[in-house]
């Protein structure tokens, strides 16, 4: 079978993830199909500089700002456009509201699909077999493995991601933090609130 065949070139890559990753990227550099401090570049734009932070600032608005809110969860796409979050990854936003009757989750159930512009390169276990498989089947055993224990009469809702349309979780704003910036808010918001595997930090 094609599989078994050892002269195939793909059975000289290494098997792990990581070292794959890396010999492909080597072989494409060879190429000149890529620009390793370029790629570099991409990735620490991601990772560090945007991360979970913007997303983070647009929730501590909608918690600040009752109209932005409103059109945040009407129409998301244009409201965060409009503050500079768009691009590839990110083109069509909904914004799903945590209550005190309903929690959402977002999963990709295919793939990985996650809204880059506002909460940077996925986590790994965003894109695992596990998660994406069991969000649906049991989302509360999923979130109790995340720490997330809710009420008994709380629904929890699975948003399926899609190359057409990415979600992000609008958590509950903590209690006690009446009277605090839009900054001090935004330092409580976690990437795991917005995707809905996590809560809000709790004010000190």
């Not at 620490?44 to 997303?55: C, L, M, V």
């Not at 909608?62 to 503050?83: G, N, Q, Y």
């Amino acid at each position: 079978m094609p599989h078994d065949d050892h002269d195939h070139p793909h059975a000289l890559l290494p098997p792990d993830p990581a070292l794959r990753v890396k010999a492909l990227e080597t072989i494409l550099t060879r190429k000149g199909l890529i620009d390793p401090a370029a790629l570099d570049e991409i990735i620490d734009t991601y990772q560090n500089r945007i991360g979970p932070k913007n997303g983070a600032r647009v929730v501590a608005r909608a918690w600040s700002e009752p109209d932005f809110k409103r059109a945040l969860l009407s129409d998301a796409t244009p409201v965060v456009a409009e503050l500079g979050y768009y691009g590839r990854q990110g083109e069509h936003m909904v914004v799903v509201e945590n209550t005190r009757h309903t929690h959402n989750m977002v999963v990709c159930t295919l793939c990985s699909c996650y809204p880059w512009p506002l909460l940077g390169i996925p986590p790994g276990w965003y894109k695992s077999d596990a998660y994406r498989a069991r969000a649906v089947r049991e989302p509360r055993k999923v979130l109790a493995d995340f720490g997330v224990t809710l009420p008994a009469d709380t629904a929890v809702r699975v948003w399926d991601s899609t190359a057409e349309v990415r979600y992000l979780v609008l958590p509950m704003r903590p209690e006690g933090t009446d009277g605090f910036s839009e900054d001090a808010l935004a330092s409580l918001v976690t990437r795991d609130s917005m995707i809905g595997t996590g809560l809000p930090k709790v004010p000190s």
